[in-house]
């Protein structure tokens, strides 16, 4: 972007200085040459400084950064102005004084823009985290009044299944509150879901069949916090538990070239307004942290087909343990 940008600026420099004709091709290229010299080894040099220069405060990094482009153009001027015109005069550091200037607003143009674009990126950041906490703060309390009675009704007739779901459900209210994360292995995701189907497969009984399709080596792919749960959790809440034969969730994962794609399908819903506006905005919300997280590449969709419902997640291939919170400094 620097050195496209900045040839745009030697050409209509070059357009400018022309006296015959539409450009001084001789101008257009000794202009050229200094000016991606310079962006080059100001941008190098930055680089190399950026460790030190992320401990500054802004205004502080500001000039330091300005401070090396200046010195960078004023050596390379008087490196090609000692080549060019040996001789020196007032005309010579008149041209430097100006090289100077010229690269001092486009230095200063430059910082605003990555300035801009860093504060824009925090803003995303803030609403994905923001979309995050309202995702898992949504345990829908009649899961929770149906997961307490059932335990309840357990404990006397099979205490050690009521202690099961009793962790399966403090593991899920810790998932909810943990917004630290931002991307997690699939397997976790996948154990998460597993804990809620077996709370739910102790109300349903028979009525609840689960089809897994689980394709080998897929245990680190990255996958945002409680992104494959709420799919799942829609699929009982509007597939299974207004059925009274009940019917079957099924989940599949796996991989297709540089993608791995995600499948929770289960019996089509009836069309409730209620329950199927908050299926979407359900849908909505983890659509809108996966663009935050992955960008283009991520994909959310849902279709019908013969009378079952299906959501298709599509993420890049990658491993979570490779992951690292965006870099947003300089």
């Not at 149906?146 to 299944?161: E, G, R, W, Y």
């Not at 059925?243 to 995600?262: I, K, N, S």
Request: proline residues 5%; hydrophobic residues 45%; charged residues 15%.
């Amino acid at each position: 972007m620097l050195l496209v940008t900045s040839e745009l600026l030697v050409l209509v420099l070059a357009i400018v200085q022309a006296k015959a004709g539409w450009i001084d091709w001789n101008y257009f290229g000794l202009l050229s040459l200094f000016v991606q010299w310079t962006t080059l080894t100001s941008a190098a040099l930055i680089c190399l400084l950026r460790q030190r220069l992320a401990k500054m405060s802004v205004p502080r990094a500001t000039l330091s950064i300005v401070a090396i482009v200046l010195l960078d153009v004023l050596a390379f001027s008087l490196f090609a102005d000692s080549v060019l015109h040996p001789q020196v005069g007032i005309a010579v550091w008149q041209d430097v004084a100006k090289k100077l200037l010229l690269a001092l607003l486009i230095a200063l143009m430059v910082l605003r823009y990555f300035y801009l674009q860093h504060q824009w990126q925090q803003q995303r950041e803030a609403e994905m985290q923001s979309h995050l906490t309202a995702l898992q703060a949504r345990i829908q309390p009649h899961f929770l009044f149906n997961s307490m009675n059932t335990i309840a009704s357990l404990i006397a007739v099979n205490p050690d299944q009521a202690e099961e779901a009793v962790l399966d459900l403090s593991e899920l209210f810790r998932a909810s509150l943990r917004t630290v994360d931002q991307l997690i292995p699939l397997s976790k995701e996948l154990d998460l879901c597993q804990r809620y189907l077996a709370i739910e497969a102790l109300r349903l009984g028979d009525r609840l069949t689960l089809d897994w399709h689980i394709e080998p080596g897929l245990e680190q792919q990255a996958i945002p916090p409680l992104t494959l749960q709420p799919l799942v959790e829609n699929a009982i809440y509007h597939g299974i538990q207004p059925r009274p034969d009940g019917g079957t969730v099924r989940v599949e994962a796996q991989a297709r070239g540089d993608f791995v794609y995600l499948l929770v399908q289960n019996p089509k819903p009836d069309h409730n307004d209620r329950q199927h506006e908050g299926n979407r905005m359900a849908l909505a919300n983890i659509q809108s942290r996966l663009q935050a997280l992955f960008g283009e590449p991520a994909v959310l969709k849902h279709s019908h087909q013969n009378d079952i419902y299906t959501v298709t997640l599509r993420l890049p291939r990658q491993s979570a343990n490779l992951q690292t919170k965006t870099n947003t400094g300089i």
